[in-house]
C-alpha cells in the first residue's frame, strides 16, 4: 500500500513561488505515474498535471502551462511540484497521486491527504 504525504504548501502572494513536495512510502515511485491534482472550494477535483514513471512524459492543464513543473528523483521516492507566477486562481488545496500504468489522465489508486496553496493579490 503506498502512502503520500505533500508538504511545501502555504501562502504567498501574487506572482510568488511555492515548490510542493510528495513523498512516498510503502511502495518504489519508479512503477508508478504520479500526478498532482488540486481543489478549491466549491470546485470539482482537477488534474494539474502528471509525469510518467520514468519523467520521460509529463503533462500539464492549461491554466498552469509554463508556470508549473513536475519533477521526480524515483530512488528518494519523491516527487515535486514546482509553481512559479502564483495567482489568486491557483488558490486550493493540492494532492498528490499515484497510479500503476502509464496514463496519466486516468483513475488514481493512491492518494495524499493534501497542502494548501493560497495566493493573495
Known amino acids: 500500500q503506498v502512502q503520500l504525504v505533500e508538504s511545501g504548501g502555504g501562502s504567498v502572494q501574487a506572482g510568488g513561488s511555492l515548490r510542493l513536495s510528495c513523498a512516498a512510502s510503502?511502495?518504489?515511485?519508479?512503477?508508478?505515474?504520479m500526478a498532482w491534482f488540486r481543489q478549491a472550494p466549491g470546485k470539482e477535483r482537477e488534474l494539474v498535471g502528471g509525469?510518467?514513471?520514468?519523467?520521460?512524459?509529463?503533462q500539464y492543464s492549461d491554466p498552469v502551462k509554463g508556470r508549473f513543473a513536475i519533477s521526480r528523483d524515483n530512488a528518494k521516492n519523491t516527487v515535486w511540484m514546482q509553481m512559479n507566477s502564483l495567482k489568486p486562481e491557483d488558490t486550493a488545496t493540492y494532492y498528490c497521486?499515484?497510479?500503476?500504468?502509464?496514463?496519466?489522465?486516468?483513475?488514481?489508486?493512491?492518494w495524499g491527504r493534501g497542502t494548501q496553496v493560497t495566493v493573495s493579490s
Open positions: 497521486a499515484a497510479r500503476r500504468g502509464s496514463s496519466i489522465r486516468a483513475e488514481y489508486e493512491y
Open positions: 510503502g511502495g518504489t515511485l519508479s512503477t508508478y505515474t
Open positions: 509525469s510518467t514513471w520514468d519523467g520521460d512524459r509529463t
